[in-house]
Antibody, heavy 122, light 113 residues
Framework: QVQLVQSGPEVKEPGASVKVSCKAS????????VHWVRQAPGQRPEWMGW????????KYSQQFQGRVTIIRDTSANTAYMELSSLRSEDTAVYYC???????????????WGQGTLVTVSS | DIVMTQSPDSLAVSLGERATINCKSS????????????FGWYQQKPGQPPKLLIY???TRESGVPDRFSGSGSGTDFTLTISSLQAEDVAVYYC?????????FGQGTKVEIK
């Protein structure tokens, strides 16, 4: 069965960086786009960007441009999201999600990781 | 960015009754090339990630009970739960996947009356 398993919770100080991993199983990893979405407490989900696992192409939300980097390691079936220059407003649960339309990137999100809580606090 | 606006923000419905949630997008999410609405509905329960219920505006995801249905086109969409069950208590979000950034509605909290 399809699974996306994310790394554990993180606590970071303002100005630091965080890197969250998302390990995929149960499907052909390279045939899909993986999205990253965050959700602050009580707020709507917020899309951060995507990576085409097959060719490594990425697209980022303007809101995070310059601070977010998404990469993948196809040998490990794992995608990563790194967010830098953290501030308190970045405290949120971060999710990876698979695009149900494969490598097109223009589908809904059919499988989600369990989420990774990132807390930014001094 | 496409702004997604849901109504109402919350609703309380008796068990077995119908629940209706609306979502409006600030621009059309209907593709003229394939006549598909790039629009979906998600259900989120506390402590869990969102779960895809409906995609292409009206196609039910595999395993989703048939009491959930989606309708609409262009800029106006509706999620209907035909007979509310206790396990349907959750927050429901709409989302457009027409362009980037992908955007979500603010959510509608569904409770039991």
């Amino acid at each position: 069965q399809v699974q996306l398993v994310q790394s554990g919770p993180e606590v970071k100080e303002p100005g630091a960086s965080v890197k969250v991993s998302c390990k995929a199983s149960g499907y052909t990893f390279t045939n899909y786009v993986v999205h990253w979405v965050r959700q602050a407490p009580g707020q709507r989900p917020e899309w951060m960007g995507w990576i085409n696992i097959g060719n490594g192409n990425t697209k980022y939300s303007q809101q995070f441009q310059g601070r977010v980097t998404i990469i993948r390691d196809t040998s490990a079936n794992t995608a990563y999201m790194e967010l830098s220059s953290l501030r308190s407003e970045d405290t949120a649960v971060y999710y990876c999600a698979r695009d149900r339309e494969g490598s097109s990137g223009y589908g809904a999100f059919d499988y989600w990781g369990q989420g990774t809580l990132v807390t930014v606090s001094s | 960015d496409i702004v997604m606006t849901q109504s109402p923000d919350s609703l309380a419905v008796s068990l077995g009754e119908r629940a209706t949630i609306n979502c409006k997008s600030s621009q059309s999410v209907l593709s003229s090339s394939n006549n598909k609405n790039y629009f979906g509905w998600y259900q989120q329960k506390p402590g869990q990630p969102p779960k895809l219920l409906i995609y292409w505006a009206s196609t039910r995801e595999s395993g989703v009970p048939d009491r959930f249905s989606g309708s609409g086109s262009g800029t106006d969409f509706t999620l209907t739960i035909s007979s509310l069950q206790a396990e349907d208590v959750a927050v429901y979000y709409c989302q457009q996947h027409y362009n980037t950034p992908r955007t979500f509605g603010q959510g509608t909290k569904v409770e039991i009356k």
